[in-house]
């Protein structure tokens, strides 16, 4: 059995909340900088300028590269011969108020949704846990802004709505979300599970790496034919017109009841920040 502190978590925790937000993933960036060479509007390629000069000036200053440096969301594995000398979703939360404190992040977590009172500190995390073998505590951050999460829907479909309703779903929240989700963006899709799990597989989805596709065949090929049919919508980035509206389409799938086809799009802007640690 391995212990790890609890402090050791907490210092991580802190380092990863603030790199996700001031430096975008290195796939991201590659995808963008594509973009801006294939992107056939000139007033798409003026935009998508702009966000690669962001990022530089954000990488140069030091400051995040999004002013909504979202809600901090967690995906962690827990390997089962791992012990803590505390308890690891205080030491998590302790990490996030370290992070969005002493990185000057701003904070837009309130504590009550109805009554809407700032914890003024980002916390708490919203997390997700793994149990796997090993004696290794893997842990990836995904500061989620609401504008994307504003356009996220989900869908309970019947399973004679085949494969046919799952694109309808994908392109039809896309169409709603238009300008509002900051294009070009990426779209996670969670396939399968029930209710709440097809949107766990569907904000999980946002976390893989861009360059690396689906395994399974049939959901490869779907990814791709979305990504097609998105694109040629037009929207546009930042919804001004143009050839890419997203730069990757990831799904994710798991096992569903005989009776149900659950679906969930989880919209994220072209800041699809996320970062990860093995401890």
Known sequence: ??????????????????????????????????????????????????LVENMKVADENKIPICQDTGMAVFFIKVGQEV???????EAINEGVRRGYTDGYLRKSVV???????????????????????????????????????????????????????VKNAVITTVKEAGPNACPPFVVGVGIGGDFEYSAILAKKALTRNLDKRSELPHIKELEDELLASINSLGIGPAGLGGS???????????????????????????VNRHASAII
Do not use: W
Request: proline share 5%; aromatic share 4%; with cysteine.
């Open 83 to 89: 012990h803590f000398d505390g308890n690891l979703t």
């Open 1 to 50: 059995m391995r212990e790890i502190k609890t402090e050791t978590i907490i210092e991580e925790v802190k380092k990863l909340c603030i790199k996700a937000n001031l430096y975008l993933a290195d796939d991201m960036k590659q995808r963008i900088d594509q973009a801006e060479k294939n992107e056939k509007s000139a007033l798409g390629r003026q935009v998508i300028g702009q």
């Open 111 to 165: 504590s009550d949704p109805l009554i809407r009172e700032n914890t003024k500190d980002n916390t708490p995390a919203i997390i997700h846990y793994d149990i796997v073998p090993g004696d290794k505590l893997e842990i990836t951050i995904a500061p989620k802004g609401f504008g994307s999460e504003n356009m996220s829907r989900q869908f309970m479909l019947k399973p004679a709505d085949g494969i046919e309703g």
């Open 244 to 270: 890419t509206t997203a730069l990757a389409v990831n799904i994710e799938t798991y096992p569903t009841h005989i009776a149900g086809l659950p679906v969930a799009v989880n919209m994220c802007c072209h």
